[in-house]
């Protein structure tokens, strides 16, 4: 039998770190329950020789393919964009590109500014407190003066623009369009324990050296000292409730695959898009017949994505190619709403540095750029470390019919029932992705690139999650209230990507940690009365 | 007592014959084949969970040939191979990564790339700084950003 804990978080990844590093000042008992182990650095792709090639396999971004037992399985049939994610400690900053870009004011004002979805019930002047606070402790690199964004000031001098970022300023300059070296996580000088960037360039399949944030070696480290325990190994079938309809604790089963119960006072839940509603689903019961915390009938639906449309070319001269982090500008020229465009919202542009001779061949070869046979070897020449390309990182409105709910038929290695994504890339989106892939071009013309390629969507590019249990003051519109509790449970938190009224344009992980921490604050400044 | 192979013997051979098909030695480059044995054995070696659609790419490529790719002329080789690729799917494209992922890390190959044999931890990489002054017509812009 578990002694019960005051507050209970599922999942020890970016918004569930940050949450117990946040509480754990209240003295209270936290306990995380984590499904997957804690990393080991040692054994990261980037310490070994096929450092490329477990980018297929076990260090795949996919659940399906990496299969590994902590993870479990999602039917993403029914999508052109395949959900990618990370079990473990760190959760998906494990394998993040650390792109870190917040999302920008208007993005919680899209109803008022655009008339399309709806306002958050929060707005970026609020968190600028807890952005800086997320900035400090995951560290951030970059520079202050982007006239593309509003005012920050990041605590580490940007990554160097390298060659490929050379190119790529030469190129947005010649057009006359913004650029800006991107704000990333990746430590540009020796910072809080953790060493410096060292151009292993094989950053988002987890960094060995330790300079990319990820919050098993950010935010744990402090939240343990503080007093939070983390359990690993723990995957949380359904949360219950009792007579009184709040939630009573969670069953779980542990290492040894036994079932365990633990009891709460709070429960709060970081799983992020695809995790939270399903765990919220699979908690259906007598009280709660439609799934726990969804008499809106919102949880699950309302999938937000990113469709990324990705181009890039080749160039005569050499480019960083994989011996830099991709991380490296970004561009709001074309974030914010400009109906003649044809579409409302924006995207930022992402811009990349290369990639490796293997996945350079992998790439070349599907694409049909690279032969077989006698005229392999120049080829791939001409092809490989010349590669220069981007990403517009597309804003994806809320729709209903994009949903995750739960597969009748597939189940995880605990027999629990697996998510199901059903989800179609809206027309705003499209035309959106459109306009992306023409203004690429214009910027891959600019730096001179041949060859252009195009993949719109990106498949295997369902990194953001976001959407499927969105914050709001009306309960009928939403699943939690403006400061992340549920409408319908009063003891039960959520923290995490699934918050999101809207998508922005932008990857979100600060906005999701600014988030989790605002909750946390907000939990603290309301001890008292919490559950009234 | 010979070591466990994933793939029989004739498997093994057409697989030899389509990996030199796909990449042949080079004089010109100085690099071997990927039929090359040391290429061939880390291929086998670490197919691993890519197995089974690396068998059944082997057994399509089998009913294409009619008979040990090996053992075809180099023109009827060279269609076979070209057939198969068009043909395309996931066992082909799994089958055709095996033998690109395991000859772009073979030492010889990587040198005549002009790179280093190495994984990137522990030594890393230096990255130029680059030019800074090209931001100062960025930073001669207004805010570009939406007051909301």
């Known amino acids: ?532 | 007592m010979s070591a466990y192979s994933p793939l029989t013997p004739a498997q093994r051979d057409d697989l030899r014959a389509i990996a030199g098909a796909i990449i042949p030695a080079s004089m010109e480059f100085d690099v071997p084949g990927a039929d090359d044995p040391a290429i061939q054995a880390d291929i086998v070696a670490t197919l691993g969970r890519d197995t089974g659609l690396v068998r059944e790419a082997l057994d399509g490529l089998a009913r294409l040939a009619g008979s040990p790719l090996a053992g075809l002329d180099p023109a009827r080789r060279e269609a076979v191979a070209l057939e198969l690729r068009a043909k395309g799917g996931a066992a082909v494209a799994t089958l055709t990564r095996v033998v690109l992922q395991c000859y772009y890390r073979d030492d010889r190959v990587v040198r005549s790339l002009g790179l280093e044999p190495r994984p990137p931890y522990p030594k890393g990489h230096v990255l130029e700084d680059g030019d800074w002054s090209l931001l100062d017509p960025v930073r001669a812009r207004p805010p570009m950003w939406r007051r909301a």
Request: aromatic fraction near 8%; glycine fraction near 10%; hydrophobic fraction near 40%.
């Open chain 1, 1 to 532: 039998m578990n002694d019960p804990v005051d507050v209970l978080i599922i999942g020890a990844g970016a918004s569930g770190a940050a949450v117990a590093w946040s509480l754990a000042d209240t003295r209270m008992h936290i306990l995380c329950l984590e499904q997957g182990d804690w990393m080991n650095p040692a054994t990261y792709p980037s310490t070994g020789r096929d450092w490329e090639a477990r980018a297929f396999g076990d260090y795949s971004p996919s659940p399906n393919i990496r299969a590994r037992p902590e993870d479990y399985p999602i039917n993403d049939d029914n999508s052109p964009i395949k959900v990618v994610n990370f079990n473990g400690v760190g959760g998906g900053t494990v394998m993040y590109t650390a792109h870190f870009p917040r999302l920008h004011p208007s993005d919680f004002r899209v109803k008022s500014l655009d008339g399309v979805a709806e306002d958050w019930p929060v707005d970026y002047d609020t968190l600028v407190p807890f952005f800086e606070e997320n900035d400090r402790m995951m560290g951030v690199s970059g520079l202050a003066g982007d006239p593309g964004v509003p005012p920050r000031n990041p605590p580490m001098p940007p990554l160097p623009l390298g060659r490929s970022g050379a190119m790529l300023a030469k190129a947005m300059n010649r057009l006359g369009w913004h650029w800006w070296p991107s704000d990333t996580t990746v430590a540009t000088v020796d910072y809080e324990g953790r060493a410096r960037c060292i151009n292993l360039g094989h950053c988002t399949p987890a960094c060995a050296q330790g300079a990319k944030a990820s919050t098993d070696i950010t935010y744990w480290p402090a939240a343990r000292r503080a007093g939070v325990e983390l359990r690993t190994h723990c995957r949380v079938r359904e949360i219950t409730t009792n007579a009184h309809g709040m939630a009573a604790g969670v069953v779980y089963y542990d290492a040894d695959g036994r079932e365990q119960f633990q009891a709460a006072e709070v429960v709060v839940l970081a799983c992020n898009g695809v995790g939270t509603p399903r765990l919220l689903l699979n908690s259906a019961s007598g009280h709660f017949p439609n799934g726990l915390a969804n008499s809106s009938g919102l949880v699950g639906k309302n999938l937000m994505f990113h469709p990324y449309a990705q181009v890039y070319g080749y160039v005569a001269e050499e480019t960083d190619s994989n011996r830099a982090p991709p991380t490296c500008l970004w561009s709001k020229e074309f974030y914010e709403t400009d109906r003649s465009r044809g579409f409302v919202r924006g995207y930022t542009f992402q811009f990349g540095r290369g990639v490796g001779p293997v996945a350079e061949a992998v790439a070349s070869e599907a694409k049909g750029l690279l032969p077989w046979g006698a005229g392999h070897h120049a080829a791939f020449r001409r092809l490989n470390g010349h590669r220069l390309g981007l990403s517009a990182i597309c804003e994806d409105l809320p729709e209903e019919h994009n949903r995750v709910t739960l597969d009748p038929v597939m189940k995880d290695s605990h027999g629990i029932p697996a998510p199901r994504i059903d989800y179609r890339i809206g027309e705003n989106t499209a035309r959106m992705m459109e306009h992306g892939i023409a203004h690429a071009k214009k910027i891959l013309a600019a730096a001179e690139a041949t060859d252009i390629c195009v993949n719109s969507p990106i498949l295997y590019g369902g990194w953001h999650l976001l959407g499927t249990a969105r914050m709001g003051a009306d309960p009928a519109r939403s699943v939690v209230n403006e400061w992340g509790r549920s409408h319908d449970v009063k003891n039960l938190f959520i923290v995490d990507g699934s918050l999101f009224v809207t998508s922005g344009g932008v990857n979100p992980t600060s906005t999701i940690q600014a988030l989790a921490l605002y909750i946390a604050d907000q939990m603290k400044q309301r001890l008292a009365n919490l559950f009234d």
